[in-house]
């Protein structure tokens, strides 16, 4: 069965740092475009960046650019979000998904994606 396991999420204070992990379960993510998204209360779900198979082409949403940088390492099977000056409006749960097709270029769009994790809450509060 092939699963993503989100890991990392929590409560962080504005203008703190957080750093999600997805890893893979069940199959290898080194042929696999990774992508987060996110879905805050009342709102649509967003996709927020995604990273190339060979991790040479990356894509960021104009609302965490700057902020929040995409990686991953493919001998771990893993790709990360490190988030910093995290804001209010940055609270949401927060998916990890894969795509076996080199969709990246046009930036991280929900129906391109088969595999998703479980979602991980991430709250940004004082």
């Known amino acids: 069965q092939l699963q993503l396991v989100e890991s990392g999420g929590g409560l962080v204070q504005p203008g703190g740092s957080l750093r999600l992990s997805c890893a893979a379960a069940?199959?290898?993510?080194?042929?696999?475009?990774i992508a987060w998204f996110r879905q805050a209360p009342g709102k649509e779900r967003e996709g927020i960046s995604c990273?190339?198979?060979?991790?040479?082409?990356?894509r960021y949403a104009d609302s965490v650019k700057d902020r929040f940088t995409i990686s991953r390492d493919n001998a771990k099977d893993a790709g990360y979000l490190e988030m910093v000056s995290l804001k209010s409006e940055d609270t949401a749960v927060y998916y990890c998904?894969?795509?076996?097709?080199?969709?990246?270029?046009?930036?991280?769009?929900?129906?391109?994606?088969?595999?998703w994790g479980q979602g991980m809450q991430v709250t940004v509060s004082s």
């Open positions: 998904a894969v795509s076996p097709g080199e969709v990246c270029f046009r930036g991280p769009l929900e129906e391109d994606y088969r595999i």
């Open positions: 990273i190339s198979a060979n991790g040479f082409t990356t």
């Open positions: 069940g199959f290898t993510l080194d042929l696999y475009v």
